[in-house]
């Protein structure tokens, strides 16, 4: 079946798209980019980011030595929200939250990828912390990372950012009813249940330990999609227990070094967590946290998959097949 057109169905979103394996030979005479030169200075007085500079706002970063989170200067949601008056046709609902930034490293050439265990260790405490205090002011916290001018990060400074809001955003909520219907429906967990096949078919992984499952998923839409899955009942960042939360460091750097020696780039990707949102309260039975990783890159550094079209238009495509991706994202050597 992997060689001829199918559709295949994301279980967290309900969504189908389209495979297309045969069309990944055609001949390409696309887009082709000069590849961007990572920048590598260690700090740079121009930079937003860096320890000690300044903001554009004019406020000063402290002279921070690891992670350094603070309100984001242009907020896209604010304690304050429009009140949105009732009507029929021009529907509209009142929006409130915060948004902060996350510098994960004082150094302004470094990358989460190439960030040593102890200061990944430190990001990742950095992201339990804001989800568990942020949590408990708002309905969802979104913790996420767009890396890469390509993704439209607006710095190189290695940084992600958190928005929390008094509402589900749309794709959690898809993922909280489908994982919701799937517990009601069969008595086990979705995650678990996609954990076990993944694992037993084995022809998709990337990275497994005890704790975690790397993935390119079944579904995966972008050619390189990874799911990252908290294996043993975790729903939430803040609720790893120590061996869980110890692992992580590791095998989210495996995953990210083999992405940065697929095409020997500083890879760029959109990745966040989705835990149980924080407005369920304990209703967490059906969640299993996780974390998406969605690269743009198709078949170079600077060659990119674009979701044109009938992607746009009607559902999302890919050639290139999920077991494909895979294989060549084990294929990379990393050590340890
Ligand atoms: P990116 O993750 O897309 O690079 O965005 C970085 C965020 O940093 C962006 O939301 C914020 C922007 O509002 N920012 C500040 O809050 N203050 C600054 O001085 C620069 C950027
Ligand atoms: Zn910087």
């Not at 990944?24 to 590849?35: H, I, L, N, Y």
């Not at 040593?116 to 992201?127: C, E, F, L, Q, Y």
Request: with cysteine; glycine share 8%.
């Amino acid at each position: 079946m992997n060689d001829l057109p199918h559709r295949r169905r994301n279980l967290l979103t309900g969504e189908w798209l389209l495979v297309s394996p045969h069309r990944a030979k055609r001949p390409w005479q696309g887009e082709t980019a000069p590849p961007l030169a990572p920048e590598r200075v260690a700090h740079d007085p121009g930079c937003h980011l860096c320890p000690g500079n300044l903001r554009a706002t004019g406020q000063a970063n402290p002279d921070y030595p690891g992670t350094y989170v603070f309100d984001n200067d242009f907020a896209a949601l604010l304690p304050d929200a429009d009140p949105a008056e009732p009507h029929s046709v021009f529907e509209s609902a009142p929006a409130r939250g915060e948004a902060r930034v996350i510098c994960f490293a004082a150094n302004h050439g470094q990358t989460l990828a190439r960030l040593d265990p102890a200061a990944m260790a430190r990001v990742i405490d950095t992201w339990c912390a804001q989800s568990a205090e942020l949590g408990a002011k708002w309905a969802h916290v979104q913790l996420f990372e767009n890396k890469g001018a390509m993704m439209g990060a607006s710095s190189p400074h290695p940084h992600g950012q958190v928005w929390a809001s008094d509402f589900v955003p749309e794709l959690v909520a898809k993922e909280d009813a489908r994982q919701r219907d799937w517990l009601a429906e069969r008595g086990t967990v979705l995650l678990d249940d996609v954990v076990a096949a993944e694992l037993a078919d084995g022809s998709r992984v990337i990275e497994a330990s005890d704790h975690w499952l790397a993935v390119v998923p079944h579904w995966a839409g972008w050619p390189f999609e990874v799911l990252l899955v908290a294996r043993g009942g975790v729903a939430r960042l803040e609720d790893m227990d120590g061996p869980a939360r110890y692992s992580l460091p590791l095998i989210l750097s495996r995953l990210l070094r083999r992405y940065d020696g697929l095409f020997d780039t500083d890879f760029p990707y959109s990745m966040g967590w989705h835990g149980a949102p924080h407005g369920l309260g304990g209703d967490t039975a059906h969640w299993r946290l996780h974390a998406h990783f969605l690269p743009p890159l198709l078949r170079s550094a600077t060659v990119r998959k674009h979701m044109v079209g009938f992607e746009l238009l009607a559902e999302t495509q890919r050639d290139l097949t999920p077991e494909a991706a895979a294989q060549r994202l084990r294929a990379v050597d990393v050590a340890p």
